[in-house]
């Protein structure tokens, strides 16, 4: 008998269903809609839109920067050496007659060589309120020098570019780089430019690392660093986001082990990379001020009516990063991606891991002493005193930094910085003092922007 009290809820239940619509997943459509797109295009990037904050990714046009090109092999340190290459650049102000007031300017891991508009390119660059007559860069002064980094895509070697012993694009063939490599072709500009001495290395984020390796490398060569957010050693939280991000766009089966230049590219694993990528670069704190829990509108609902929760993209903090993510896709190489957050995964100015790579102090005119305490004669500041319970490996960082002890520096971090937090910062500032610096200033400054508060 228990058929018969089965049969009506069946009929009950199929008559609900088949009443029910469709689902419907505009956020999955998308990536079709856009990989039609690309078909018809041919890679042309989407319609600049509104996207807060966050600075403008667009590939510049060649016309719009200077080319450097190195005719000799650059030794790598992790491979055979790259047999020549690209460096883009541009630059503001005037060379002083001495060459004595060059600041060199590093970028974040995806900006390009334009951080302020020129005569060539009168767009807004990615740190146009820093650069310019009486800012913080300032061209009255100062002859500023930005550089696509080494296996970028935006005018620099990288493995987007042809391979002159294949014709064919480098793709994964292309070696893996360090920090110590971009910074080596940067100071190979500088030679051609018949400039001897930085006045300033200065950088945020990867361009942190930069303007340390800089000093590193050439403690004779560089007067003074300035380091924004950045760190000495990369720590496993901000390799493990930079995994995840690598992780979903090499899962993208467009990458196709990474040629995929005369195909699709593997736009669906960029747009998550950088939903992920923006998550690290903001903070919640931000997020709850700017977004709160309100929800994107709905046109097919008046504010009467109740709506449903989907499985797309409600809140606005989901639209943003949907947003983020469609708006960079297609407008950074996603090998580029891959090779240069690696580089600063492998980032260690520790003296063991210096040793490891046959990287050894450079022979410089300036003595570099080491304690094993914080010196005397350096002064820490109420709002960062000397570490109760240091970090085990700090004392061997504080051994790697010796040829920037005697550099004067500044260090700023940023008090809601998830990506690279203010204990990274306060790290290299008790290592370089523990070096026998006396020479190091450390600010931090407040805010809800996050990682992205030095843009």
Not at 125 to 137: D, N, R, V, Y
Not at 210 to 237: E, H, M, N, Y
Not at 239 to 252: E, F, K, N, P, W
Not at 257 to 272: C, E, R, S
Request: proline share 10%.
């Amino acid at each position: 008998m228990l058929h018969l009290f089965r049969h009506p809820l069946r009929l009950a239940h199929s008559a609900a269903t088949h009443h029910r619509p469709a689902p419907s997943f505009p956020c999955v459509d998308a990536h079709a809609q856009r990989e039609s797109r690309i078909i018809l295009s041919r890679f042309s990037p989407p319609s600049p839109a509104e996207s807060g904050p966050e600075p403008p990714y667009a590939r510049p046009s060649p016309a719009s920067y200077n080319v450097y090109h190195h005719h000799h092999p650059l030794p790598l340190t992790y491979s055979s050496p790259l047999t020549s290459f690209d460096i883009a650049y541009e630059s503001w102000g005037t060379l002083s007659p001495a060459r004595d007031n060059v600041i060199l300017l590093h970028t974040g891991l995806s900006a390009s060589s334009h951080a302020a508009s020129t005569p060539l390119n009168p767009a807004p660059g990615w740190w146009e309120k820093f650069i310019g007559p009486g800012k913080a860069l300032d061209t009255n002064q100062f002859f500023v020098v930005c550089t696509n980094v080494l296996g970028g895509c935006y005018g620099s070697t990288g493995p987007s570019s042809i391979d002159p012993t294949t014709g064919q694009h480098f793709a994964t063939r292309f070696p893996i780089l360090s920090i110590f490599d971009m910074v080596k072709a940067q100071f190979h500009l500088l030679d051609s430019l018949a400039i001897d001495r930085l006045y300033a290395s200065v950088g945020s984020s990867m361009g942190a690392m930069q303007s340390l390796a800089a000093g590193w490398l050439f403690p004779d060569r560089v007067q003074k660093i300035v380091s924004i957010s950045g760190t000495a050693r990369s720590s496993p939280g901000s390799i493990a986001m930079r995994h995840a991000q690598r992780s979903v766009l090499m899962a993208d089966p467009n990458w196709n082990n990474g040629f995929y230049y005369d195909a699709l590219p593997p736009h669906i694993g960029m747009k998550l990379a950088r939903q992920i990528a923006t998550i690290t670069y903001r903070s919640g704190p931000e997020w709850d001020l700017r977004f709160g829990r309100k929800l994107r509108d709905d046109p097919k609902s008046s504010p009467a009516q109740s709506r449903s929760p989907t499985l797309c993209p409600d809140f606005l903090i989901e639209t943003y990063l949907d947003h983020q993510g469609e708006q960079f896709c297609l407008k950074y190489d996603a090998n580029s991606l891959l090779y240069i957050s690696k580089a600063m995964d492998l980032f260690d100015l520790t003296l063991p891991a210096l040793e490891q790579l046959g990287l050894h102090p450079p022979h410089s005119s300036i003595s570099h002493p080491f304690q094993s305490t914080p010196s005397q004669s350096a002064s820490h500041s109420k709002s960062h005193p000397p570490p109760a319970n240091q970090a085990p490996h700090l004392p061997e960082l504080a051994k790697g930094l010796g040829p920037l002890a005697s550099t004067p520096i500044l260090v700023l971090g940023v008090q809601s910085d998830i990506l690279f937090p203010v204990e990274q910062q306060r790290e290299l500032v008790d290592a370089l003092r523990m070096a026998g610096s006396t020479q190091v200033s450390y600010f931090e400054l407040g805010g809800v922007w996050g990682h992205d508060t030095f843009l």
